[in-house]
T-cell receptor, first 113, second 118 residues
Framework: AQSVTQLGSHVSVSEGALVLLRCNYS??????LFWYVQYPNQGLQLLLK??????LVKGINGFEAEFKKSETSFHLTKPSAHMSDAAEYFC???????????FGTGTRLTIIP | GAVVSQHPSWVICKSGTSVKIECRSL??????MFWYRQFPKQSLMLMAT?????????EQGVEKDKFLINHASLTLSTLTVTSAHPEDSSFYIC??????????????FGPGTRLTVL
C-alpha cells in the first residue's frame, strides 16, 4: 500500500521568502504524486502532479516540486511567498491502475507580512 | 473545463433527519465519483467510490447503510446521510473522474459541503 508523510503541520514564512513544504512517500512501485491546495471552506485545487517523465514539475501560482526517487520525496517549493499563498496544502499519492488517492495530513502555510 | 459542483454548500439539520448532498460534473461525463470526509484541520478520508450504474464500493469502517451513495448518471452522484447525528458533522467533498487513455485519470474536486447536525 502507498502512503505519504507531510513533515510539519504548520509552516510560517515571511512574504517574499522561500516556501518549502515537505512530502515523503512510501510505495513499492513507481508512484504518481500530487500537491493540492485548499482554501478555507473550499474543495481541493490541483497545484501540480508527477506521473512520468521530467522529475521537476512546475505547477500553477509559481509552485514547483521535484520527484526524488532516491530520497522518496516530492517537496513543494516556491521561490517567493505571496500573501495569497496562505492555505492548507496536501500531498497525495496513487499508483498506476489504482484509482484511489491517498492524502497526507496536510500542512497549513501562513505568510507573515 | 472539468468543473465539479456540490449542492448544498452548507446545511444544518436536526439529529435523526436525513440529508442529501449532490455532486455534479458540469462539463464532462464522470465514469467514477469519489466521496471524501474531512474533519476540522484534518486530511481527506475516502469514504466510497461509485461508478455510474453500479453499487458504490465503501472503504473499511464506513457504514454503507448510513451513507447511501447513488450514481445514477454520468454527471450526478448523491450522498445521503441517513439518521444523521452530531458525530456526522463534517466537511464532505466529492471528486469526479473520467476514464481516458492517459497514464493517469485525474480527479476533479467539488467545493465541498459542510454538514452540521444539531
Amino acid at each position: 500500500a502507498q502512503s505519504v508523510t507531510q513533515l510539519g503541520s504548520h509552516v510560517s514564512v515571511s512574504e517574499g521568502a522561500l516556501v518549502l513544504l515537505r512530502c515523503n512517500y512510501s510505495s513499492s512501485v513507481p508512484p504518481y504524486l500530487f500537491w493540492y491546495v485548499q482554501y478555507p471552506n473550499q474543495g481541493l485545487q490541483l497545484l501540480l502532479k508527477y506521473t512520468t517523465g521530467a522529475t521537476l514539475v512546475k505547477g500553477i501560482n509559481g509552485f514547483e516540486a521535484e520527484f526524488k526517487k532516491s530520497e522518496t520525496s516530492f517537496h513543494l517549493t516556491k521561490p517567493s511567498a505571496h500573501m495569497s499563498d496562505a492555505a492548507e496544502y496536501f500531498c497525495a499519492v496513487t499508483l498506476f491502475g489504482n484509482e484511489k488517492l491517498t492524502f497526507g495530513t496536510g500542512t497549513r502555510l501562513t505568510i507573515i507580512p | 473545463g472539468a468543473v465539479v459542483s456540490q449542492h448544498p454548500s452548507w446545511v444544518i439539520c436536526k439529529s435523526g433527519t436525513s440529508v442529501k448532498i449532490e455532486c455534479r460534473s458540469l462539463d464532462f461525463q464522470a465514469t467514477t465519483m469519489f466521496w471524501y470526509r474531512q474533519f476540522p484541520k484534518q486530511s481527506l478520508m475516502l469514504m466510497a467510490t461509485s461508478n455510474e450504474g453500479s453499487k458504490a464500493t465503501y472503504e473499511q469502517g464506513v457504514e454503507k447503510d448510513k451513507f447511501l451513495i447513488n450514481h445514477a448518471s454520468l454527471t450526478l452522484s448523491t450522498l445521503t446521510v441517513t439518521s444523521a447525528h452530531p458525530e456526522d458533522s463534517s466537511f464532505y467533498i466529492c471528486s469526479a473522474r473520467v476514464a481516458s487513455t492517459s497514464t493517469y485519470n485525474e480527479q476533479f474536486f467539488g467545493p465541498g459541503t459542510r454538514l452540521t447536525v444539531l
